[in-house]
């Protein structure tokens, strides 16, 4: 009995020894045939793609995304060129800014030949001002003295307008009322004053020239006259036009220093 019981325990041994052989050994066998087909680090990926980055054709079968978000290129790039082509704006806006920045600069520098003429003014800033937006390149005294008179007509009929204004303005006592009409009328008196002047440059009538200038100074200095003594929200007797008259007084004189430099 006891030659039975031993003769069955190692048919059992024997059993279980085998069964266990036939379920190790294949695993065994397995990861051996993994590592000798695995490819090596070294090798090229061209010959011998690495798993860990298969084609695009491994799942044939899967449904494509869109190319917005099949892509990530496509996310990663977009804002990069959205980022340059706001900088080329930026950097395009500038360089035009800057240009025109530039322009005006060189735009607001009086040439060198209008301060030529100009330094021979008793107020040479006042007629570069004057003559530097409207100058078109001809050096000649009479085409000088034509811009000038035009501008100095042009502040003249500004003038009036402000005249105007001030004449009607409610609770205006009658005696300023009456000197800002009859400033109105002196400064209509040096406008045609003015235009007799630039009349004579035609036939380069020097002489004229400068009496026409010089009635026109006259003029805007009796504005002031009917002012005096009238009593005035700035400053009792003191014209609320003096400001305005000496500019205009200031900028016929400097027309006329350059009419008496003709030879």
């Given at each position: 009995?006891?030659?039975?019981?031993?003769?069955?325990?190692?048919?059992?041994?024997?059993?279980?020894?085998?069964?266990?052989?036939?379920?190790?050994?294949?695993?065994?066998?397995?990861d051996?045939?993994?590592?000798?087909?695995?490819?090596?680090?070294?090798?090229?990926?061209?010959?011998?793609?690495?798993?860990?980055?298969?084609?695009?054709?491994?799942?044939?079968?899967?449904?494509?995304?869109?190319?917005?978000?099949?892509?990530?290129?496509?996310?990663?790039?977009?804002?990069?060129?959205?980022?340059?082509?706001?900088?080329?704006?930026?950097?395009?806006?500038?360089?035009?800014?800057?240009s025109?920045?530039?322009?005006?600069?060189?735009?607001?520098?009086?040439?060198?030949?209008?301060?030529?003429?100009?330094?021979?003014?008793?107020?040479?800033?006042?007629?570069?001002?004057?003559?530097n937006p409207?100058?078109?390149?001809?050096?000649?005294?009479?085409?000088?003295?034509?811009?000038?008179?035009?501008?100095?007509?042009?502040?003249?009929?500004?003038?009036?307008?402000?005249?105007?204004?001030?004449a009607?303005?409610?609770?205006?006592d009658?005696?300023?009322?009456?000197?800002?009409?009859?400033?109105?009328?002196?400064?209509?008196?040096?406008?045609?004053?003015?235009?007799e002047?630039?009349?004579?440059?035609?036939?380069?009538?020097?002489?004229?020239?400068?009496t026409?200038?010089?009635?026109?100074i006259?003029?805007?200095?009796?504005c002031?006259?009917?002012?005096t003594?009238?009593?005035?929200?700035?400053?009792?007797?003191?014209?609320?036009m003096?400001?305005?008259?000496?500019?205009?007084?200031?900028?016929?004189?400097?027309?006329?220093?350059?009419?008496?430099?003709?030879?």
């Open positions: 009995m006891e030659n039975q019981i031993l003769l069955l325990f190692s048919l059992f041994s024997l059993i279980f020894f085998n069964s266990a052989n036939s379920v190790c050994v294949p695993r065994n066998l397995s051996l045939d993994v590592f000798d087909h695995t490819p090596s680090t070294s090798s090229s990926p061209k010959s011998n793609p690495l798993p860990s980055q298969p084609s695009q054709n491994s799942f044939p079968s899967s449904p494509q995304p869109s190319p917005a978000a099949a892509d990530p290129s496509h996310t990663s790039e977009q804002p990069g060129f959205i980022a340059g082509a706001v900088k080329d704006s930026i950097n395009g806006i500038l360089g035009a800014v800057g025109a920045v530039g322009g005006m600069a060189a735009g607001a520098s009086p040439r060198p030949e209008i301060q030529k003429i100009c330094e021979k003014t008793d107020y040479p800033l006042l007629c570069t001002s004057a003559l409207v100058f078109n390149g001809n050096t000649d005294p009479l085409n000088v003295i034509e811009l000038l008179i035009k501008s100095a007509s042009q502040q003249t009929k500004s003038a009036q307008g402000t005249l105007s204004q001030k009607s303005a409610p609770g205006l009658q005696k300023t009322a009456a000197a800002y009409a009859d400033c109105k009328d002196i400064y209509d008196e040096a406008l045609d004053n003015l235009q002047a630039l009349d004579a440059i035609a036939s380069k009538d020097i002489p004229t020239i400068q026409m200038l010089s009635a026109a006259s003029d805007f200095s009796s002031d006259d009917g002012f003594g009238q009593p005035d929200p700035d400053a009792k007797g003191v014209s609320p003096a400001a305005t008259g000496e500019n205009l007084m200031n900028m016929v004189d400097n027309i006329l220093a350059i009419a008496n430099a003709i030879p």
